[in-house]
């Protein structure tokens, strides 16, 4: 039996699901909906991330120095996220989560587990940025229909 949609709990930290909230209510949508616009927009962010060296036998490497993203990926993996939220994924959605897993495990260093814990993760990778670009992102994902686009009429010789 396939399912549209999977159900997913994720940790993640109380300023996280109040920001999560403030979006979903700002766009007259739920925090599902909200997730997957997220993910949508950060999986891309975290393939473009440099992958970290594989270290000789013995030797571990530090994160790729330098790369605002890496550091910022290594922030959120390092802090406690004391909340749990149920989260209602479209199945395709949640179908990535284990590709997203194993980028964010390349790219930090750090085996991160179960498929919850990859959308944990890139959720507060997504959250981290700017709350006015994620809401205008959010703004241009749900806008209904189309911007109108300005008819240009081009002169052409005879």
Not at 123 to 143: C, E, K, M, S, Y
Request: proline fraction near 9%; charge should be neutral; aromatic fraction near 2%.
């Amino acid at each position: 039996m396939d399912c549209e949609e999977v159900m997913l709990t994720v940790r993640i930290t109380a300023a996280e699901r109040a920001l999560l909230r403030a979006l979903a209510r700002g766009h007259g949508t739920d925090v599902s909906d909200v997730v997957v616009d997220g993910l949508l927009d950060v999986i891309p962010g975290l393939h473009v991330l440099p992958v970290l060296p594989v270290p000789p036998a013995g030797r571990v490497l530090p994160a790729v120095a330098g790369d605002p993203g890496v550091s910022r990926l290594l922030r959120v993996l390092a802090r406690p996220a004391p909340c749990a939220v149920t989260l209602w994924l479209p199945a395709p959605v949640a179908d990535l989560l284990p590709l997203v897993g194993e980028r964010i495990a390349a790219v930090s260093g750090l085996r991160i587990g179960p498929a919850s814990a990859a959308l944990a993760a890139a959720l507060g990778f997504w959250l981290t940025g700017d709350p006015g670009r994620l809401a205008a992102g959010l703004a241009g994902l749900h806008r209904h229909g189309a911007p109108r686009l300005a008819v240009q009429r081009l002169d052409v010789a005879a």
